[in-house]
């Protein structure tokens, strides 16, 4: 799945509205930089962070296909797994 397809898929499951606003990363930068430090002087939790303004640039995609043949584990589809995650997430109260 790309970053996108990651992010409506939890946004549909979380019944929150999809990002629809896409900045380029040399504005991001910046944001991110002043919402760290926002979040250092109030004690919050930053919205964006720069480690991961600077991942979302980056295409990773990744393969099980070792474990499954070492180990015989078997994967299952993004979805289910970011379905299983919201669920946990919602449980716990870091979704409201």
Do not use: N
């Not at 600077?54 to 015989?72: D, V, Y």
């Not at 299952?76 to 997430?89: E, K």
Request: aromatic share 10%.
């Amino acid at each position: 799945m790309t970053l996108r397809e990651i992010l409506t898929e939890c946004a549909r499951l979380s019944g929150r509205r999809a990002p629809w606003l896409e900045l380029p990363h040399d504005v991001l930068i910046p944001i991110a930089y002043l919402a760290e430090a926002w979040a250092r002087l109030t004690g919050g939790t930053p919205r964006t962070t720069v480690d991961g303004v600077r991942l979302s640039r980056k295409r990773m995609f990744f393969t099980s296909a070792r474990a499954e043949q070492e180990l015989g584990y078997r994967s299952r589809g993004g979805r289910a797994a970011l379905r299983d995650a919201a669920a946990w997430f919602t449980t716990h109260g870091y979704v409201h």
